[in-house]
């Protein structure tokens, strides 16, 4: 059955009332404080030209009829800090190859065959309640990479941190170099998502929580 695309609006409430559980998280954080997200290098992509449509939804690009090859996947999360307290006020971008494992960026070899119709780039300010929510294609492997994306929070008054989100199960974890230089496991494990189905959200879609932890 064809997915049915969503407006931005309806996907943008789905994804909040997903994380409507501020009362447990609270608890949670009460119970074993949080662990640092570590950083992760930048790497190569991060853009040079930022796209003409840069919003939270990097599936759907102002102007193409095409919606971007892909898994569609919502990736949703908060910024917390230490004490396990949202961070009101912080930018989120995230920038991904495409489907084909291609970055919209001169460095790529290929970049003259990316994806139009994928974004590969977003960049959103997280609500009153230190929420983010993007909707993006599921990562691919590329040569010498595990699927993966960037991220980099801009926290006013805290600071910055640039990292990486991993899907749990991929066969390329185990060996993936930035991925396995983060040498303490639960810090490791802190990148590493699970993604589910996300017929809430939106059907034959995916969807992905990712808090982020920044040292205060
Ligand atoms: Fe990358």
Redesign the pocket.
């Known amino acids: 059955m064809p997915t049915r695309p969503l407006e931005r609006r309806q996907w943008l409430i789905g994804a909040a009332a997903t994380l409507a559980t501020p009362q447990l998280a609270h608890l949670a954080a009460a119970a074993s404080p949080p662990i640092v997200t570590p950083g992760q290098t930048e790497?190569?992509?991060y853009p040079v030209k930022f796209p003409a449509d840069m919003d939270a939804d990097l599936v759907r690009v102002k102007g193409q009829a095409a919606q971007a090859v892909g898994q569609v996947t919502h990736i949703l999360g908060r910024i917390l800090d230490t004490r396990g307290e949202i961070v009101r006020g912080a930018t989120v971008e995230i920038?991904?190859?495409d489907a084909q494992g291609i970055?919209s960026h001169p460095g790529d070899s290929g970049h003259k065959r990316h994806d139009a119709a994928f974004q590969g780039y977003g960049r959103v300010q997280v609500d009153g309640a230190g929420r983010y929510a993007f909707r993006t294609i599921r990562p691919v492997a590329?040569p010498g990479?595990t699927p993966?994306i960037?991220f980099k929070v801009h926290a006013p008054g805290i600071g910055r941190l640039t990292t990486?989100m991993y899907v749990a199960g991929e066969r390329l974890n185990t060996t993936d170099g930035p991925l396995n230089g983060i040498r303490d496991r639960k810090a490791r494990d802190t990148l590493i998502v699970a993604l589910a189905e996300a017929g809430d959200l939106e059907a034959g879609a995916l969807k992905g929580t990712f808090d982020i932890v920044l040292a205060v």
């Open positions: 790497g190569p992509f920038w991904q190859c970055y590329y990479r993966h960037h990486q």
